[in-house]
T-cell receptor
Framework: GQSLEQPSEVTAVEGAIVQINCTYQ??????LSWYQQHDGGAPTFLSYNALDGLEETGRFSSFLSRSDSYGYLLLQELQMKDSASYFC?????????FGAGTQVVVTP | KAGVTQTPRYLIKTRGQQVTLSCSPI?????VSWYQQTPGQGLQFLFE???????NKGNFPGRFSGRQFSNSRSEMNVSTLELGDSALYLC???????????????FGAGSRLTVL
């Protein structure tokens, strides 16, 4: 079957670094994407990895290893506003399978 | 530019009724996909439309259907509503793939359906 696994919750202090791992099992895999969702809000795009390796966008970076069916999102210099749910999503040619989400709690 | 617009934002229905939700994508986006979000199941893919054709379909019963019009606007319909259909229904649009291969979804605020 198709599935994505990611931790349910991560807690860290402001200024820290957090890594959210995502393992996937899906057919027709094209790329791995990450979305952020604040309570009551819509998911917003963070990054997309179509190729193996690291993609960096400001404080956020994302990594993909196709051979390991694994990726991660790295949040650096955590800020209070980063408290949200983070979803990895496997793109199978337009059909996105989402993980259950990781709740990131940032404490002062 | 305007984002993805979903209507209605909130609605309450009773079991057995049917509902139609609407989604207006970002101008120029040809792909529209629909997702059901519930606390227990997370984001579940319903279907994707591209240039008026259903290109992908998730694992939902036939009560869930959709369509896309020539202006890329999309509607989804749920017939014979069940209590378990209570959820946030999210629509997302995308241009398709950019030069790097990325397919970026832009989500609307969602339509929150409550079935009593």
């Amino acid at each position: 079957g198709q599935s994505l696994e990611q931790p349910s919750e991560v807690t860290a202090v402001e200024g820290a670094i957090v890594q959210i791992n995502c393992t996937y099992q899906t057919s027709g895999f094209y790329g791995l994407s990450w979305y952020q969702q604040h309570d009551g809000g819509a998911p917003t795009f963070l990054s997309y990895n179509a190729l193996d390796g690291l993609e960096e966008t400001g404080r956020f970076s994302s990594f993909l290893s196709r051979s390991d069916s694994y990726g991660y999102l790295l949040l650096q210099e955590l800020q209070m506003k980063d408290s949200a749910s983070y979803f990895c999503a496997a793109d199978s040619w337009g059909k996105f399978q989402f993980g259950a989400g990781t709740q990131v709690v940032v404490t002062p | 530019k305007a984002g993805v617009t979903q209507t209605p934002r909130y609605l309450i229905k009773t079991r057995g009724q049917q509902v139609t939700l609407s989604c207006s994508p970002i101008s120029g986006h040809r792909s529209v996909s629909w997702y059901q979000q519930t606390p227990g199941q997370g984001l579940q893919f319903l279907f994707e439309y591209f240039s008026e054709t259903q290109r992908n379909k998730g694992n939902f019963p036939g009560r869930f259907s959709g369509r896309q019009f020539s202006n890329s606007r999309s509607e989804m319909n749920v017939s014979t509503l069940e209590l378990g259909d209570s959820a946030l229904y999210l629509c997302a649009s995308s241009w398709d793939r950019d030069s790097s291969g990325a397919n970026v979804l832009t989500f609307g605020a969602g339509s929150r359906l409550t079935v009593l």
